[in-house]
C-alpha cells in the first residue's frame, strides 16, 4: 500500500507542473534551479536539513494525535509557544555549556509546547468541544501573545524591531558544519542545520518505539481505532487524549530548539514559518510512521530551500511551495480514496483472475 | 469619548463585520448540511484575487464580483468533490484550500501584474462606491437620528447591504423552507434524508455551492469595496474568526449577526485605539485582537451556553453500510 501516497504525490507535482507552466516558466528549469539549490551542494543540503529538522518534530507531533484519533492542528502555536519556552530559558538561565543549554531548551520547548497542546486536550476531553477548532484559535491566541510579549516584555531597551536580545554565547548550539570543521572537513559552511537534527531523529525512534512498543502506545492506537471499543477495555478516553496531546505538544514545542536556539539565536516573530503546517502534509505523507515522516520531512524540506532558492534565481515566488504543499495536503490527505479505490479494485481484479 | 467618535467606530464596525458575516452566513449553509469547512479562509483569498485582478484588468466591480463568486466556487467544487464524492476528511480539504489559496493567488497576481503578488489599486467603476440611502442628507442635522442614519446606516457599498439582507433571508431558507429543512436534517441524520428518498449528495453539493458564493461575496467586498485592490494574504485569518462567529453563534443566522457584529466592533475599536484605557487597565491591540478567539473557545467548552455542531458535521456519508 506505498502505491497510493506515491500516486498521490507524482498527481499533485503533476498538477504544480501544470500551474508552473500557467505561469509562463518551465517546470523543469524550476526543478533543475530547485535541486541544484536544495542538494547541489553541502550549503544546500545543511539549509534543506535545517528544515527537515522542523518538519521532523511537527510531523511526529501531528502523527502522534492521529493514531489517537486526535487532528492536531495546532502545532503551529505548540511551536510558538516552544519558541517562547526555549528564549527564557536561554536568556534567564546562566548555562555553563552548550550541551546542558541544549537539554535544558528541548526541555523548556517540550514543557511549553506541551501546555500550550494541554487546555485544547483538555477541553476536549472533558467538555467535548472540538479539538480542531481550539487548536485552530490557540494558534492564534499564541500569536498574539507572543506579539505581545515581544513588543512590550521582552524587547531590549533601544531595540525598534519585536525580537528578543540575542543569547548569551554560551547557549550557542554547533551547526553541523562547524562539527564537520572539528572533524577535520570542510562541508555546508554558515548553512542552517544544527545538532537538533539528532535530536529529531532521537524523537522519530522514541516516537516508533512509544506507538508500537509500549503499553500506552497500544491503548493510544486503540482509542483511535474505535473509542467504544477502548472504553470497554477500560481505556480512559479523558487520560489518553491528554496523554496523547501532551507529547503532541511537546514534540511540536520542541522544535524551537531547531528555528529559535540552533538558527536565529533570539526569539523573533514568525519564526516558525508555517512549519506546523508543514507537519501535517508531512504526516499524511508519511502515512503517520516515523520512517516515513523522516523522509517525507525530508522532501519537504527540500521543496523549501529549493522554493527559496526558485525566488532568488528565477521569477517564480516561493509561494509556490505553498501551491505543492496544498496540492500534496488534498490528495494524500483528503483525496485518498480517489487514488486507493480504483487501485483496490485494480488489485481485487487480478487477484480474482489469478484465483 | 465623544458621540463623534461612536459613530465613527460604529461606522467603522459595519464596514468591518461584512467580510465576517458573509462568510460566517456561508460556513453556516455548509456545516449544517454536515459539511465542516475550515476552508472559508481560502475562499475568500481566492475570491478577494481574482475580483481585485478582474476588476483591474475590465475596469468593471461586477465582473470583479462574479470572479470572486467563480474563484471562491472553484475551490468550494474541490472541497464538494474531496469530502462528498471521495469522502474525504473534510478538515485535511480545509487545510489544503487555505495553504493551496494563500500561494496561487501570489503566483499568479505576480504572473499577471509584477507587482508582488499585489493588484492594481481599482478606483471608479472598478470599485462598489458607497450608496447614500434616500434622505441621508436631509436628516444629517437631526440629533441622535441623524448621525445614526447618515453615518452608520447610510453611506456604504451595496455588498454591505446584501451582506445584511443575507441574514433574514438564510433565516427564512432554513426554518421556511422545505430545502432548508432538508438542509438542516442532511446535517443532524443524512440516513433518514436519504430514507425518505432525497439526495444526500445533492443537498450538500449545494449547501458547499452556496458557501461558496457567499464567500465569494465576502472576498470580492475585501478587495474592490473595503480596500481598493486585493494584497498578499489580505484575509489575513479573517476566514478562521468567521468560523469562530459561527460556533458563537451556535449555527443560527440572527445569531451570527450579533457575532460578527461584536468581532467586528472588537477589530473596530482595536484600530481606533491600539491602547484603550479602561481606568487601572489598558487593554492592547493584541489582547482586542485576541478576544474573539478566547471568547471563542469558552462558548465552545461549554463554560457560557453550550455550542453543540449539527450532530452529523465531519462524517462522510456512506450509502448502506
Known sequence: MILT????????????????????????????????????????????????????????????AYHAGLFNIGGEGQATMGGLGVALCCLFIPWPHWTLALLGAAVAGALFGALWALIPAWLQAKRGSHIVITTIMFNFIAYNILTHLLSKTLRPLGSMDPATANFPPATHIPGLWQLAEMMGFAWGKHSLANVTLFIALLMAFLVWVLIWRTRLGY?????????PAARYAGISPVRITIITMLISGGLAGMMAVNNVM???????????????????????????????????????????QGGAELSLWTSIPRELIAVIQGLVILFTGALDNMVRLPLERLFAARRRKEG | MDVMTVVQILDSTVRLMTPLLLACLAGLYSERSGIFDIGLEGKML???????????????????????????????????????????NQLISGVAINLFAGGFTVLVGQKLFGLGGRTPPVSGNARFSEITLPGATAIRDVPVIGPIYSEIISGHSPLVYLALLAVPLTWWVLYRTRFGLRLRAVGENPASVDTAGISVTRLRYSAVMICGVLCGIAGA???????????????????????????????????????????????????????????????????????????????????????????AGGEPYVKER
Open chain 2, 221 to 311: 467586498y475585501m478587495a474592490i469595496s473595503l480596500s481598493a485592490g486585493f494584497v498578499k494574504d489580505m484575509t489575513a485569518g479573517r476566514g478562521y474568526i468567521a468560523l469562530a462567529a459561527l460556533i458563537f453563534a451556535k449555527w443560527r443566522p440572527w445569531h451570527a449577526l450579533g457575532a460578527t457584529f461584536l468581532f467586528g466592533l472588537l477589530e473596530a475599536i482595536s484600530n481606533r485605539f491600539p491602547q484603550l484605557h479602561l481606568g487601572p487597565i489598558t487593554l492592547s491591540e493584541s489582547f482586542m485582537l485576541t478576544l474573539p478567539y478566547i471568547l471563542t473557545v469558552v462558548i465552545l467548552a461549554g463554560f457560557v451556553g453550550r455550542a453543540i455542531p449539527p450532530r
Open chain 2, 46 to 88: 481566492m475570491a478577494a484575487f481574482s475580483a481585485g485582478a478582474v476588476a483591474a484588468l475590465t475596469g468593471s466591480a461586477v465582473l470583479g464580483l462574479l470572479a470572486g463568486i467563480l474563484g471562491s466556487l472553484a475551490l468550494a467544487l474541490v472541497h464538494g468533490l474531496a469530502s462528498i464524492t471521495f469522502r474525504g
Open chain 1, 219 to 227: 491503548e493510544l492506537r486503540a482509542f483511535g481505532k474505535s473509542e
Open chain 1, 262 to 304: 540552533g538558527m536565529s539565536e533570539r526569539l523573533i516573530l514568525n519564526a516558525v514559518e508555517g512549519a506546523g503546517f508543514f507537519g501535517i502534509a508531512v504526516a499524511l505523507m508519511g502515512r503517520n510512521h516515523p520512517v516515513g515522516i523522516v523522509l517525507a520531512a525530508l522532501l519537504f524540506g527540500f521543496l523549501f
Open chain 1, 5 to 64: 501516497p506515491l500516486i498521490s504525490l507524482a498527481l499533485a507535482f503533476a498538477i504544480s507542473a501544470v500551474v508552473i507552466l500557467a505561469i509562463g516558466e518551465s517546470p523543469v528549469e524550476a526543478l533543475k534551479v530547485m535541486v541544484e539549490g536544495a542538494l547541489g551542494s553541502s550549503y544546500g543540503w545543511g539549509n534543506t536539513l535545517y528544515y527537515t529538522t522542523n518538519y521532523i518534530f511537527t510531523g511526529l507531533a501531528v502523527a502522534v
